[in-house]
């Protein structure tokens, strides 16, 4: 035990000696650990959440498509709906999308017919459905700097300009789905959008059996040839590969950290500096074993990896959980204007963090020992000779 | 005596990161209501999507995008939303393969 911990001692004092070089390939090292735990913590903890939140969505729902385009939908519709057996309820949705000149953001407007008053704990103010008040969400708030009371103004599709006065602002804790949404009475949207009273942009279907949701959408399809139905398998599936660490950018920068990982690693591997050839000559020729000059390898390999992975990580975590995915967040936003902060859920998965201690550590002392080794088993003369 | 620096060094990482960790399932239990809440909200307004890029129809509910959404504006037509290469794209179900 003493022998090992002394061998550790002289690993740790070698490093020390070349302390700007190590110190440095440390601050890399952690770097890349950093960009690539705080992507795997981010991806993940977003994709637990969606599927977390979005279990409460629709069963089915079910748009009208024309052109290849989502259309608006005829009540009609509706009464065919009804009539496929194992189907419960058929519930119109009115929504859609409204562009607002003085922000240059995008809202999306959503009729609410009842249910409302059950969400008082998340939201300040009420909705009382009264025509031409509305709800609206923290996003929106902040952008048009509104308050309780204040008018939101909305231009009509006949260009007129309706006053909504706010009822209510969505708390802050649900940004991730309420962020950009203005909710009105039915009433409400009918008029701002000039949409007519037989048409809905799309409907929930409710079926009463969960397991008999596929066949219902196939019997809507087979009804309804120019609908697509939309099931909550579906959504949740959506969102299970939608955060995910292969998906274009994020891949792009997951690809440049483990580049330059191995660039690092590269460089490590291809050889040893004169002066490591050296020190390794005169220790084989002091009376090391090649077994010492490779567990001081070891050591040196494992002081570095150890060192870096910790401090990345916990740059990693803080990063995306105390500071909501900061340096990201420019890149994540992309052109949207009205764009939520991250309070996400802690969730951790151990697998992706073991994942990368293997990807990085091991390959990283695999990297130090060889090169090593190659020189130990060498004659000392020549290797301090070069 | 160096390794001794270096061994209290990751110890205290090592306290550090179980300690976030250990904290990170408590909270995600306490946070279990916020979720709850969440999950009122969409069953209640029928939401179908997270409001995260509003940037574009397929980038705000990327579950009611059609299949060709990111070359909607014309044949051809390329990506040019940023999130939209952020977004993953979904494989399709059973019941997708069918309509397709």
Known sequence: MIKHLKILEFAISSLWRRKFKNLGIIFVFSLIIFVLSSILLLTYSFKKEAIAVLEGAPELIVQRISAGRHALMPVEY????????????????????????????????????????????????????????????????????????????????????????????????????????????????????????????????????????????????????????????????????????????????????ILAFIILAWDKATGLSAEERHEIGILKAIGWETSDVMELKFWEGLVISSLSFLTGLIGGYVHIFFFGASVFSPALKGWSVIFPEFHLMPYINPYQIVVLLFMTVIPYMAATIVPSWKAAITDPDVVMRG | MKYRVFISIIMIEIIVISGLFITAAGMVEKRQKEIEAKKKIVRVLRLTDLSIWTEARYTRHPSQADWFAPFQDYPSSIEHFPAGSILYPSALSEVERDQK
Request: hydrophobic share 40%.
């Open chain 1, 78 to 257: 509706m009464k065919k709906v009804e009539k496929i057996p194992g189907v419960g309820a058929v519930i119109p949705r009115l929504w859609g999308y409204y562009y607002d000149i003085s922000t240059g953001g995008n809202y999306t407007v959503m009729a609410e017919y009842s249910g409302l008053k059950d969400l008082v704990n998340i939201m300040e103010g009420g909705f009382t459905g009264e025509k031409g008040t509305c709800i609206i969400g923290k996003g929106i708030s902040d952008a048009r700097f509104a308050g309780i009371g204040s008018i939101i103004p909305i231009i009509g599709a006949d260009g007129k300009v309706r006053k909504l006065k706010t009822a209510g602002i969505f708390t802050d804790e649900s940004r991730i789905i309420t962020n950009d949404l203005i909710i009105v009475t039915p009433d409400d949207f009918r008029d701002i959008f000039n949409l007519p009273d037989n048409m809905v942009t799309d409907i929930v279907v409710q079926v009463y059996n969960p397991t008999e949701v596929d066949n219902v959408a196939r019997k809507i399809k087979k009804i309804l040839p120019d609908t697509r139905p939309i099931t909550k398998n579906e959504i949740l599936r959506t969102y299970d590969t939608l955060f995910d660490w292969r998906s274009g950018m994020v891949l792009t920068m997951f690809l440049g950290a």
